[in-house]
């Protein structure tokens, strides 16, 4: 299947601070790719579809402009966390989809977790 | 409003034994159907996936079904192994490029 690769995969940061994820996909490419949110036990929440080229698209209730997402390019996608707080800690999670014939099916990074003391 | 549900939680089966995990959604609008595996801290991983104008799916011990008229998809796993155990979830989409909708997970524990 397709790879995505996600950075870093681990990051601790202070209240107040930014912090930027990176999405790849490795050896396809991706006009669309979307970041998500877990929780402990809980589902996976969609916070934006990414656009390549175009702005993102944020699903109710996400602060875009906490959330900033850039989508330089057809394999690259970022997310960043801007002056963080604490109740931001959560695992991150951005997928992306081949397109063409299997574009139905999305691939997923492997996480990042946030904390943010 | 969920869309997609998967009502149990958790599962438990032998090793050996065929494990059926059960997701029921709502949007008739919904297409295409996929099934992900997960470990804790680690990313979704893509098992299996049907599209509506089919009943079922096959891919070695991997079987999904789909009951479009009781809007109910189901997910078989025989037989079933150790390395198995992890959180399932069922999602669905409405076209090319479009976002999942997820189901709140399964979690399969296949003992020995």
């Known amino acids: 299947g397709a790879v995505v690769s996600q950075h870093p995969s681990r990051v601790i940061c202070k209240s107040g601070t930014s912090v930027k994820i990176e999405c790849r996909s490795l050896d396809f490419q991706a006009t669309t790719m979307f970041w998500y949110r877990q929780f402990p036990k809980q589902s996976l929440m969609l916070m934006a579809t990414?656009?390549?080229?175009?702005?993102?698209?944020?699903e109710q209730g996400v602060e875009k402009d906490k959330f900033l997402i850039n989508h330089a390019s057809l394999t690259l996608s970022t997310l960043t966390v801007t002056s963080a707080h604490p109740e931001d800690s959560s695992f991150y999670i951005c997928s992306a989809g081949q397109g063409g014939v299997a574009s139905y099916e999305q691939y997923f990074g492997p996480g990042t977790r946030l904390t943010v003391t | 409003d969920q869309q997609v549900k998967q009502n149990s939680p958790s599962l438990s089966v032998q090793e050996g034994r065929i494990s059926i995990l059960n997701c029921d959604y709502t949007?008739?609008?919904?297409?295409?159907f996929l099934w992900y595996k997960k470990y804790p801290a680690e990313g979704p991983t893509f098992l299996i996936s049907?599209?509506?104008?089919?009943d079922k799916n096959e891919d070695g011990r991997f079987t999904v079904f789909l009951n479009k008229s009781a809007k109910h998809l189901s997910l078989h796993i025989v037989p079933s192994q150790p390395g198995d155990s992890a959180v399932y979830f069922c999602a669905a989409n409405t076209g090319t490029a479009s976002k999942l909708t997820f189901g709140t997970g399964t979690r399969l524990q296949v003992t020995l």
């Open positions: 990414s656009n390549e080229g175009s702005k993102a698209t944020y």
């Open positions: 049907i599209s509506s104008i089919k």
């Open positions: 949007n008739s609008m919904f297409d295409y």
